[in-house]
């Protein structure tokens, strides 16, 4: 019985193995830029950008895998569609090791990073060596472990990134004054049950208490660890990311217009008028803040002009407010508090 269990756990691995390797052959055979490489033992997919001309800069994006999801994945980076739009170099590191026995990028507790943390920072200054890589837009994500990871970049390396966003991530409260300056999007599931949602929770909150205005949190409620699914429906995720530039400055956005509230059987429901002119970055709204009675009831995209708030009864009994945030992180003036509209 015994010798069974670990021939089924072979061929299980073999399997995987080969899943891997397949993997590998289908992106370098769909994209052309594309390479699996390893520096100093540490492997790691990398993509040139599309028409990569060396008298241009290009933004790049690391993205830092989980424990344990070691596949090569087909990001919307490497499409062709985004890269005519954006294009970028890649670097995908993988990291093997185990965080529940000393391994993966960083080490939460003592806010340092782990030997293949410091390889994955190699591997960039490297390809920014030999690349022309715009060194104002750095960018870097990951989840879970991941997530960790690049939290943990980013506290050790603070100057070095644009912006990131972390997924199911953490680290102690006391690295949250080295995120002030780097622009950053917290997501997590509120009932996670591998990495507990109060270590994002506990960052963003310092992070504000510090005085920090460039940092957005989302709490998925009901999801547990793999809010990644989530984080992977926000449409504007990867859009607010590649707009981010260490030294760019922007304005505020306009107050919005024509707020109104009209009641149904069972909501109280929401309007207002989208901008009509975003020629003006500064108007381009990434979300606006729904505040019911001044405290914030909810969020929602830019490029929506109704919300249904679901109240049975008291409909009278609340007033609103909206507030418009662009891609700066920079919010508009509140309008004035709308109550129902008979």
């Not at 920090?212 to 989530?230: A, D, E, L, Q």
Request: one cysteine or more; aromatic letters at 12%; glycine letters at 8%.
């Amino acid at each position: 019985m015994k010798n069974r269990k670990h021939l089924i756990v072979f061929i299980s691995l073999f399997i995987l193995c080969l899943t891997h390797l397949n993997v590998i052959a289908q992106l370098s055979e769909k994209y052309s830029n594309y390479e699996y490489l390893e520096y100093q033992g540490l492997k790691y997919g990398f993509y040139k950008p599309l028409g990569y001309d060396e008298n241009k800069s290009y933004p790049l994006v690391m993205v830092l895998n989980g424990f344990a999801d070691t596949m090569n994945h087909d990001f919307v980076y490497y499409k062709e569609s985004f890269q005519l739009e954006n294009p970028c170099f890649v670097l995908a590191p993988k990291c093997y090791g185990n965080p529940y026995l000393g391994g993966g990028w960083a080490d939460m507790a003592n806010d340092t990073l782990l030997p293949d943390g410091k390889l994955a920072i190699e591997i960039m200054e490297n390809t920014i060596q030999k690349y022309n890589v715009d060194e104002d837009r750095l960018y870097l994500h990951g989840g879970s472990m991941g997530g960790i990871g690049t939290l943990g970049m980013i506290s050790n390396h603070p100057e070095k990134f644009a912006a990131g966003y972390v997924v199911c991530g953490g680290a102690t409260v006391k690295s949250s004054k080295k995120y002030i300056n780097t622009p950053l999007w917290i997501l997590h599931g509120e009932l996670d049950d591998v990495v507990p949602v109060h270590l994002s929770g506990n960052i963003y909150n310092e992070i504000i208490e510090l005085g920090g205005k460039m940092v957005r949190y989302t709490v998925y409620p009901g999801v547990k660890h793999n809010s990644w699914i989530n984080a992977s429906k926000e449409k504007t995720l990867v859009p607010w990311m590649f707009k981010q530039e260490k030294g760019k400055t922007a304005g505020t956005p306009d107050t919005p217009k024509n707020l109104t509230v009209k009641k149904s059987q069972t909501s109280n429901i929401l309007t207002w008028e989208l901008p009509k002119n975003t020629s003006n970055p500064d108007n381009e709204i990434w979300y606006y803040i729904i505040l019911r009675n001044d405290k914030v009831l909810t969020e929602v995209d830019g490029d929506v002009g109704t919300y249904s708030d679901g109240v049975r009864i008291d409909h009278d009994y609340y007033n609103y407010r909206l507030i418009a945030v662009n891609y700066y992180f920079k919010k508009s003036k509140s309008t004035g508090a709308v109550k129902i509209k008979e």
